[in-house]
């Protein structure tokens, strides 16, 4: 596997566990559509989450969080699109970032609630 695909594992595995510890329900982890990727759909109560997660070893270039650029959130709206298309009913939908700096055991998340809007 390449060592990019590691590294995007590891942080969508350490965003689950966080999530789940915040009382979130995990439905779908890395759920396609064509060629884009959803990494994260999740419950927070009634609302259905899209989470996308950005792990990276330093701040140096960014927070994470700013690479979710507008193309990238144009992807996201679409697939989830098409995820609700495949459910029987359309809850509320939100989009949430979690953001991870650090490597191996020394992790900081932040998790941003409502990131962007359709």
Do not use: C
Request: proline fraction near 3%.
């Amino acid at each position: 596997m390449a060592r990019h695909n590691e590294i995007g594992e590891k942080g969508e595995k350490l965003a689950a566990e966080y999530l789940v510890g915040e009382k979130y329900k995990i439905v779908k982890m890395n759920w396609r559509y064509k060629h884009k990727e959803i990494d994260i759909i999740a419950y927070d109560k009634d609302w259905l989450v899209i989470v996308e997660v950005k792990l990276r070893s330093t701040d140096y270039f960014g927070d994470p969080s700013e690479f979710v650029t507008k193309k990238k959130q144009r992807y996201l709206i679409e697939a989830a699109e098409a995820y609700l298309e495949t459910i029987p009913s359309a809850p509320e939908v939100r989009f949430d970032i979690v953001s991870i700096i650090g490597s191996e055991g020394h992790y900081e998340i932040d998790h941003i609630t409502d990131a962007f809007n359709p």
